[in-house]
């Protein structure tokens, strides 16, 4: 009954004279505007912007209600709104960025806690339950890996799988065995790979997840498994609350690092999270960073491990894309594993290639 | 009437309920409620889903009920409307309207 | 006959004297009179103590005392909590704690009780988490709810007695003159506080703004005050006041608000000189713009408006139809304003308010006042605490002092919100008797209480839809359907006192 005498508006995302004024209305409430967003709604009295909020893909963001209106639940007309929008885009998994404050406001909206990154922010999602599902049907044995499990983690994007990832793995699976044991007991010893399933990158997802499942195949304490929303996605990687840019990757990797060892950690009975060492991108570098910080506290030992070189460099998938490029395939060969050079010249693979020939590089 | 995708209908505002329906997985019938009034009106309110379920023919659904204090016309309303979406169904069969 | 230390000698008896007590030194008995004559350190004295810890170890605070807090800064209060914490730091169990009331500020007392630190509340009302762990169990005294003028009764009369009260004030100097209005966490009036400064037996005034002595005008004065201490925020200022409240536009609402204007114009208690309190909920606000209307039409003004005063109050006051204001506590930021500034906007106490007890209390001089109800019975029983799943969640406060004192009380409220109905057969608590209740105004019809005859009779040719409250309680269960009744446990939760100091009912625990 909040929304007596208010106009609701849906906003052209991409006409900078409307994004205007949601810009400054945000920016009054110490909100930012994201990039990212398509799509937006807000409501007017008059012409007067009292409340907004967006959707960017399946997640709710930058959600903002004039102070003076609030009490009006105001919130709950946008947050129905989006919810309603986002299942008319088909999106049946809807995410929310809040600060640890506002939790309440939003677990009363139906939306349940993923994980927080204490002080700073909060996942939640609705409906509730998908990270846990998520795991279940990746095998993960909540009752034994409270107890018994020590496992190793890898996070990986792999775009497109390189030998450089393929040594890591090797390196994963190697300790594995030789801190927790064989791989006879399916809790123990195993390596847990992840793979980034953001279709962000230039190889598609389900590109990536299959190169890396057929190029570990042969490595029997390995288990490739899709990260889904919850690891490195845009989910759990956040621009919403904070201004100073340098702020944003500490606290997204905070918020991804806190999920995944308070979380993911736990059903996967994962002790152990292995990472190469980035001598590149900075980004990475700070998400590494942040491991150094929060894994400890929650027991997870870190091990960053020298990237497998060649030629003075580091092998890595940004080289691959490069060399395929420059249309120097006989290099490309000599870094990826068989598994990958083989899909490289699939059918399948032709108009990825075509299109990265076409655009400069991206990072990831 | 067979469920073939999720269905929504509804707000989160006061007054009114937001449901969401799909076929369940062992083909029955579940209600999942979360009610304001819970105490004083959840049997009520269980009942009247039951039955607008059975006149609507529908043996396999999981219902997730966010009730923010609707009455029952609003509850019908937004049932029937959640449903026919799920079951793809794009113009009221008016005899099924009670 | 023994030489004093004056030179003079009085002799121990004198006729007419109990007891004399011989002079033996001009500072031997006034202590805290500065004894180097001519130091002209400044100020002279203070009662500034370093920490929040010094004054409740210098207090003589222990196990089992009661202390007292007051509610003037709303959600926002941060002295509460402040204090709790370090007294729960130095070991002090088994408290009994009296505010006059606990809002949605106050939830981390549920970790005091539960430790016990604090073994009682003491309270008009209670909110949010702490309200609903209280009604799930959480503590084994139930809690004494009380009404704002029962309050000041049963601390004046000594049977509440408050050991150390710990005010949160927005403004002190170092003698302890207080007021509410400057500072950065202004609240306006200090009704509630100031009886708990006039008799507690130690006072302890919390501010985040020392001024200049002297600070007047002065809410709480010098003269009772034990310890200041001086602290970085007493209160968030957000949470203190809303800003102006917006007129309702919810068109429910309205309608009941128009029909509850039509009602006090045609009761008999609306003429030249009459007297109102309003509230602050939206259908409240809206009867005093409507009430404006009237008053200029019919050219009325008002001798003085009472209680928790509002901005739309205020406005009619500097527009010149309310004369006066009595204030107790101040609700949003233009009443806070209006107190610092307009001559006539007088704070009062709560005793002065509301105690039934005293000599005289300005709520007997009302004429109307609007109410509003959580749920109503067909006996017009009001209830204002808890919800209609029987859990606390609101506060008695005024709300029956000024029904019995009102000429005309008019209850608003919508006939159900959502499926719960306000009108229903019995209510689930009772803090307004139902004899003192005299019409309720709903969106679905009017119900005069046939003990008021009287009204009934100025109002039935009067185009109002008027129904018997059997009628609105059938009307609303057609629509809402019949609710199951509440589980309640045996234990007892709460107990509500009525302001005579009287049992009125009683809350139990809800089944889960």
């Known amino acids: 009954m909040g929304d007596y005498g208010f106009n609701t508006e849906i906003i052209q995302t991409d006409e900078t004279a409307e994004r205007k004024p949601v810009e400054d209305f945000l920016h009054r409430l110490s909100l930012s505007y994201d990039s990212d967003v398509d799509y937006t709604v807000v409501m007017k009295e008059g012409s007067r912007i009292v409340a907004t909020g967006s959707l960017a893909g399946g997640v709710i963001k930058c959600v903002g209600v004039e102070p003076e209106f609030q009490g009006l639940a105001l919130t709950n007309t946008i947050v129905s709104h989006l919810e309603m929008e986002a299942y008319r885009r088909n999106r049946e998994r809807l995410f929310v960025f809040s600060r640890p404050r506002n939790r309440a406001a939003f677990e009363d909206l139906g939306f349940q806690s993923v994980g927080e990154y204490p002080e700073e922010i909060v996942l939640l999602e609705k409906p509730g339950g998908g990270l846990l599902e998520w795991a279940m049907s990746e095998g993960a044995d909540q009752e034994r890996s409270a107890t018994e499990a020590a496992n190793v983690a890898l996070v990986m994007n792999c775009n497109p799988f390189t030998k450089g990832h393929r040594y890591l793995v090797e390196q994963a699976s190697r300790r594995a065995e030789e801190l927790y044991g064989s791989t006879v007991d399916e809790s123990r010893g195993v390596v847990h790979l992840f793979v980034v399933s953001e279709d962000r990158s230039l190889f598609p997802a389900a590109h990536r997840l299959r190169m890396v499942r057929e190029g570990t195949a042969d ?146 | 009437m067979n469920l073939i995708r999720t269905g929504k209908a509804g707000t989160l505002e006061s007054s009114d309920v937001m449901i969401t329906v799909k076929g369940h997985s062992e083909n029955r019938v579940e209600i999942k409620l979360k009610s304001i009034v819970e105490k004083r009106f959840g049997r009520h309110i269980r009942r009247q889903i039951e039955d607008i379920l059975e006149r609507m023919e529908v043996n396999s659904a999981l219902v997730d009920v966010d009730d923010r204090g609707a009455l029952d016309c609003v509850i019908q309303a937004r049932l029937e409307t959640a449903l026919y979406r799920a079951a793809g169904i794009q113009s009221l069969r008016w005899e099924e309207i009670q | 006959m023994p030489k004093k230390a004056a030179g003079r000698d009085i002799p121990s008896k004198i006729p007419g004297f109990k007891e004399i007590k011989h002079f033996e030194g001009a500072f031997a008995n006034t202590p805290l009179v500065r004894k180097q004559k001519g130091s002209r350190t400044l100020p002279r004295l203070n009662k500034i103590v370093e920490s929040l810890e010094q004054a409740i170890l210098k207090s003589g605070l222990r196990d089992g005392m009661c202390v007292s807090f007051h509610h003037h800064l709303r959600d926002g209060d941060m002295v509460l909590n402040m204090v709790m914490d370090v007294i729960a730091n130095l070991g002090i169990k088994n408290l009994t704690l009296a505010s006059s009331s606990l809002t949605r500020a106050h939830n981390p007392l549920i970790r005091h009780i539960k430790n016990g630190v604090v073994s009682r509340l003491i309270t008009s009302g209670l909110r949010d988490k702490l309200a609903e ?176 005063i509002t901005g739309s109050i205020v406005r009619l006051h500097e527009e010149g139809l309310i004369k006066r204001l009595l204030d107790v506590q101040s609700f949003d930021q233009e009443a806070i304003r209006s107190i610092g500034e307009n001559r006539y906007h007088t704070e009062i106490d709560a005793s002065y308010y509301a105690n039934p007890h005293n000599k005289g209390c300005a709520t007997n001089k009302i004429n109307v006042v609007i109410l509003s109800a959580m749920e109503i019975d067909t006996d017009f029983n009001v209830n204002v605490l808890t919800g209609s799943d029987g859990v606390i969640r609101g506060a008695s406060g005024g709300h029956s ?10 209850i608003v409220a919508p006939l159900f919100r959502g499926r719960s109905a306000t009108v229903v057969d019995r209510v689930n608590t009772v803090i307004t008797p139902g004899e003192t209740a005299d019409v309720l105004v709903t969106d679905y019809g009017v119900a005069v209480n046939p003990r008021r005859r009287d009204i009934y009779d100025r109002l039935k040719t009067k185009h109002l839809p008027l129904y018997s409250i059997e009628e609105l309680y059938q009307k609303a269960e057609k629509v809402t359907g019949r609710p199951e009744p509440v589980q309640f446990e045996k234990k007892i939760v709460g107990v509500v006192e009525y302001r005579d100091g009287t049992i009125l009912d009683v809350i139990h625990q809800v089944k889960d």
């Open chain 1, 219 to 364: 490595l029997s304490n390995v288990r490739v498994h899709p990260g889904g929303p919850y690891i490195i996605s845009s989910a759990t990687f956040p621009t919403y609350f904070i201004r100073n840019p340098d702020d944003i990757v500490r606290t997204h990797a905070g918020l991804d690092l806190h999920i995944f060892a308070s979380r993911i950690a736990p059903l996967f009975g994962i002790k152990r999270r292995m990472v190469g060492h980035e001598p590149y991108c900075p980004v990475t570098a700070a998400y590494n960073r942040a491991m150094k910080d929060i894994l400890p506290t929650y027991g997870i030992e870190l091990e960053e491990i020298h990237r497998l070189e060649q030629g003075g460099r580091a092998v890595s998938a940004s080289t691959v894309r490069d060399l395929i490029r420059q249309e120097r395939m006989d290099e490309v060969k000599k870094i990826v594993p068989e598994t990958t050079w083989r899909y490289l010249g699939s059918a399948e693979a032709r108009p990825v290639i075509e299109r990265l020939k076409k655009e400069k590089d991206r990072r990831h």
């Open chain 3, 133 to 308: 762990e209280v009604s799930h169990g959480l503590m084994e005294t139930p809690v004494l709810f009380h009404t704002h003028g029962g309050r000041a009764r049963m601390i004046e009369s000594g049977e509440l007695k408050v050991d150390i009260a710990f005010l949160g004030v927005p403004s002190s100097d170092v003698y302890g003159n207080a007021n509410g209005y400057t500072g950065p966490s202004a609240c306006g009036s200090l009704g509630y506080a100031m009886v708990d400064a006039e008799y507690a037996e130690k006072v302890v005034l919390i501010t985040d703004n020392l001024v200049e002595y002297p600070n007047t005008p002065f809410s709480i004065h010098q003269d009772h005050v034990d310890y200041i201490v001086q602290v970085d925020q007493i209160g968030d200022p957000e949470g203190i006041s809303s800003g102006a409240l917006r007129m309702t536009r919810n068109p429910r609402d309205i309608l009941i608000a128009e029909y509850a204007t039509h009602v006090i114009e045609h009761s008999g208690y609306m003429e030249d000189g009459f007297s109102l309190q309003t509230g602050s909920g939206s259908i409240s606000l809206a009867v005093s713009n409507f009430m404006r209307d009237v008053m200029l039409r019919k050219g009325y003004t008002a001798s003085f408006a009472l209680g928790g």
């Open chain 3, 401 to 410: 002092d000024t029904a019995i004192g009102a000429g005309i009380s008019v």
